[in-house]
């Protein structure tokens, strides 16, 4: 089984206020939010964003299961029949929510891989950058 905490940004906690970002041209911030929980085999995060393409809250929760299955839930719906691979610094989420499926990948990056790359693919297409909302020190 693998430990969700891998493909999330060094350094990040719950509670933890990160910015939002997307790419227009550069990135610039369009929300903000934070993981309200977070460990080894779940997470649960909120935010809200702002953007051309999408507006509103992102509420996202994840439950890593043995024999690669998973639960989640994205923006209320729900799926406890979703699987998951690791490859590399990259999780991929494969779910079914009612008629819907989406893809949704967890990788680090950013300087100091301090940043969440979030991509959300299907019904819903969402790309961003969870940053910290501090920057922390990078070694």
């Given at each position: 089984?693998?430990?969700?905490?891998?493909?999330?940004?060094?350094?990040?906690?719950?509670?933890?206020?990160?910015?939002?970002l997307?790419?227009?041209?550069?990135?610039?911030?369009?929300?903000?939010?934070?993981?309200?929980?977070?460990?080894?085999?779940?997470?649960?995060?909120?935010?809200?964003?702002?953007?051309?393409?999408?507006?509103?809250?992102?509420?996202?929760?994840?439950?890593?299961?043995?024999?690669?299955?998973?639960?989640?839930?994205?923006?209320?719906?729900?799926?406890?029949?979703?699987?998951?691979?690791?490859?590399?610094?990259?999780?991929?989420?494969?779910?079914?929510?009612?008629?819907?499926?989406?893809?949704?990948?967890?990788?680090?990056?950013?300087?100091?891989?301090?940043?969440t790359?979030?991509?959300?693919?299907?019904?819903?297409?969402?790309?961003?950058?969870?940053?910290?909302?501090?920057?922390?020190?990078?070694?």
């Open positions: 089984m693998v430990d969700f905490r891998n493909f999330i940004g060094c350094g990040t906690a719950a509670g933890m206020k990160l910015n939002i997307a790419q227009v041209i550069f990135f610039v911030n369009v929300g903000s939010g934070e993981f309200i929980d977070l460990g080894a085999t779940q997470a649960a995060f909120k935010g809200k964003i702002d953007t051309v393409f999408y507006k509103g809250d992102l509420s996202l929760t994840l439950k890593l299961l043995e024999d690669g299955k998973a639960e989640v839930s994205l923006n209320g719906s729900r799926t406890s029949q979703a699987t998951y691979t690791a490859s590399g610094n990259k999780l991929t989420i494969e779910a079914k929510l009612g008629s819907r499926s989406q893809v949704i990948t967890f990788e680090q990056g950013g300087k100091g891989n301090v940043e790359y979030l991509g959300v693919t299907g019904t819903q297409s969402i790309n961003v950058h969870l940053a910290p909302g501090a920057k922390p020190a990078v070694a």
